[in-house]
Nanobody, 128 residues
Framework: EVQLVESGGGLVQAGGSLELSCAAS????????MAWFRQVPGKEREEIAC???????YYADFAKGRFTISSDAAKNTVSLLMNSLKTEDTAVYYC??????????????????????WGQGTQVTVSV
């Protein structure tokens, strides 16, 4: 059974930091690109960052310089360190996985429709 279990969400003041973690199981972690997405009610989900097993990383423009994604293949975990948080970062944050290879070709960052496994999400609330 595939599981992606997020932890570390909560309430933080603007300007503060928070680190999210995701424990993955039930699939070959090294063959997947791991990502973090977020969603605000009424808005579309948006990708924050993703990381391959090499590792290669990708960041959305809003995340560059503030967020850092990392992974630990030995523990099958992926983390997202968020610094200088803003009220507009308030959202539900999801840990997500996509196969790293399509037709034997490495695909990075994966297209949205390739993200196969999703966690339940963890709420991050940034207060003024």
């Amino acid at each position: 059974e595939v599981q992606l279990v997020e932890s570390g969400g909560g309430l933080v003041q603007a300007g503060g930091s928070l680190e999210l973690s995701c424990a993955a199981s039930g699939f070959a972690f090294e063959d997947y690109v791991m990502a973090w997405f977020r969603q605000v009610p009424g808005k579309e989900r948006e990708e924050i960052a993703c990381i391959s097993s090499h590792p290669i990383t990708y960041y959305a423009d809003f995340a560059k310089g503030r967020f850092t994604i990392s992974s630990d293949a030995a523990k099958n975990t992926v983390s997202l360190l968020m610094n200088s948080l803003k009220t507009e970062d308030t959202a539900v944050y999801y840990c997500v996985a996509a196969p790293a290879y399509r037709d034997d070709t490495f695909s990075f960052p994966p297209p949205m429709d390739e993200y196969r496994f999703w966690g339940q999400g963890t709420q991050v609330t940034v207060s003024v």
